[in-house]
């Protein structure tokens, strides 16, 4: 079993920065992917960004060059720091996971974080 969670979220100002972090612990031998996901009210899951056990990373159209994810290994650490923050990045955003285990891989969801730009 592996467990996820998410701190970071929060009220911010169109313009300013968060940070979004995801720790995995439990039983694992490691994780491979790590996705930060969010679902923005009415609206689907979408994926934000996505980085590999090798640290290549791809971004959704819409917070590329804005927000870079990034994953520290020996913590089981994945974050999300997220600049130049507009209205529209209003959501809940979700950890999303690939752990390797004894004898399969499983994807696991954190728990969310949301995330409120107003000013």
């Known amino acids: 079993q592996v467990q996820l969670e998410e701190s970071g979220g929060g009220l911010v100002q169109p313009g300013g920065s968060l940070r979004l972090s995801c720790v995995a612990s439990?039983?694992?031998?490691?994780?491979?992917?790590v996705a930060w996901y969010r679902q923005a009210p009415g609206k689907e899951r979408e994926l934000v960004a996505i980085?590999?056990?090798?640290?290549?990373?791809n971004y959704a159209d819409s917070v590329r060059g804005r927000f870079t994810i990034s994953r520290d290994n020996a913590k089981n650490t994945v974050s999300l720091q997220m600049n130049s923050i507009k209205p529209e990045d209003t959501a809940v955003y979700y950890c999303?996971?690939?752990?390797?285990?004894?004898?399969?891989?499983?994807?696991?969801w954190g728990q969310g974080t949301q995330v409120i730009v107003s000013s």
């Open positions: 999303n996971v690939l752990a390797v285990l004894a004898t399969t891989t499983r994807q696991y």
């Open positions: 439990g039983t694992f031998f490691s994780i491979s992917r």
């Open positions: 980085i590999t056990s090798g640290g290549t990373t």
